[in-house]
């Protein structure tokens, strides 16, 4: 069974400042990685994925993730974050090939100063 | 609709009695997905759906939790005898089989007193 580790359990950080949150997975085969985003009272919201090519993937937002296979990582950043930023961030993992559940990690809260 | 939409979005309810959840997923996606969110778990998987697949119930913590897709699409998720430990976000998602990535509804909360 895969697992999911996030080390930031809550990040403060200024307008304007960079972000990188971290994600490790534990599974021995092929995945497909995930960043979902929970806006305070709002539902989750898929960030980016990784399933294949370029490992190094952009999605909405500004926001980045680079999948390196050897560290078993996923880490998300951002140059500069904004106070909109603030929000919970849940790293998540699919087995390839395999039934489709996502396993998350505990999540990150990010709060942004204005 | 546009999105996946859930029902109630909040439900409050006595230990020992019995809840249905509903979940409506995106018009024309096959795979339904159940998750709770809970404060002490974090988010975890119930229950898997796809197509007339068997449903793979490997996530469900009792036998007191059922769920059924009526049609290929509803989906009803029951907890039945509810326990105080069953109070948490429940969620539903929904994605196409040839789709990476889950598009998740806004959840009911249940409080189970």
């Known amino acids: 069974a895969q697992s999911v580790s996030q080390h930031n359990h809550h990040v403060i950080l200024s307008e304007a400042a960079s972000l990188e949150l971290g994600c490790n997975y534990s599974?021995?085969?092929?995945?497909?990685l995930f960043w979902y985003v929970q806006y305070p009272g709002q539902h989750l919201q898929l960030l980016l994925k990784?399933?294949?090519?370029?490992?190094l993937v952009k999605g909405i937002k500004g926001f980045e993730a680079e999948f390196i296979k050897s560290k078993f990582s996923f880490n998300l950043r951002k140059p500069s974050v904004q106070w909109s930023d603030t929000a919970e961030y849940f790293c998540?993992?699919?087995?390839?090939?395999?039934?489709?559940?996502?396993?998350f990690g505990s999540g990150t809260q990010l709060t942004v100063l204005p | 609709g546009a999105g996946v939409s859930q029902s109630p979005s909040n439900k409050v309810t006595e230990k020992g009695k019995d809840v249905e959840l509903r979940c409506d997923p995106i018009?024309?996606?096959?795979?339904l997905y159940w998750y709770r969110q809970s404060l002490g778990q974090g988010l975890e998987f119930l229950i898997y759906?796809?197509?007339?697949?068997?449903?793979?119930k490997s996530g469900l913590p009792s036998d007191r939790f059922s769920a059924e897709r009526t049609g290929g699409s509803v989906s009803t998720l029951t907890i039945q005898r509810t326990q105080q430990e069953d109070s948490a976000v429940y969620l539903c998602?929904?994605?196409?089989?040839?789709?990476?990535?889950?598009?998740f509804g806004p959840g009911t909360r249940l409080t189970v007193l």
């Open positions: 998602a929904s994605s196409l089989p040839s789709q990476v990535g889950q598009f």
């Open positions: 599974y021995g085969g092929t995945v497909n």
């Open positions: 990784y399933f294949s090519g370029d490992p």
């Open positions: 998540a993992v699919e087995a390839s090939g395999s039934a489709r559940q996502l396993t």
């Open positions: 018009s024309g996606h096959t795979a």
């Open positions: 759906f796809q197509g007339n697949s068997a449903p793979d």
